[in-house]
């Protein structure tokens, strides 16, 4: 099962990039807030955060027999790391962008 639980926090680690992707793309020229909601958001980035969030915690609960309490800890660089990457990249070239 621990194999399996690896599968799902790469899938939530996909699932969260592809979100905070189409939540870039729906706020075009628009910074995306880091505490609170972005101004606009589509529904399957909705539903691939939600799908991200359910994959992390199940593969998280099928991985812990193996690598112990520290699968959090790893749940939070792998998933949450790519999340805010993605989200300030996007900030910088829209603060970039209107510095021009």
């Not at 621990?2 to 680690?13: D, N, P, Q, R, T």
Request: aromatic letters at 8%; a positive charge; one cysteine or more.
């Amino acid at each position: 099962m621990f194999i399996v639980g690896l599968i799902m926090i790469v899938a939530s680690a996909v699932c969260s990039v592809a979100a905070v992707r189409l939540t870039s793309k729906t706020n075009p020229g628009v910074l995306i807030p880091l505490m609170s909601n972005p101004p606009s958001r589509s529904r399957l980035g909705t539903a691939l955060t939600f799908g991200a969030l359910a994959l992390m915690i199940w593969g998280g609960n099928l991985a812990d027999d193996v690598i112990g309490p520290w699968v959090f800890a790893i749940l939070v660089v792998v998933v949450l790391g790519p999340y805010l990457v993605v989200r300030f990249w996007h900030n910088r070239t829209v603060s970039a962008a209107a510095a021009r």
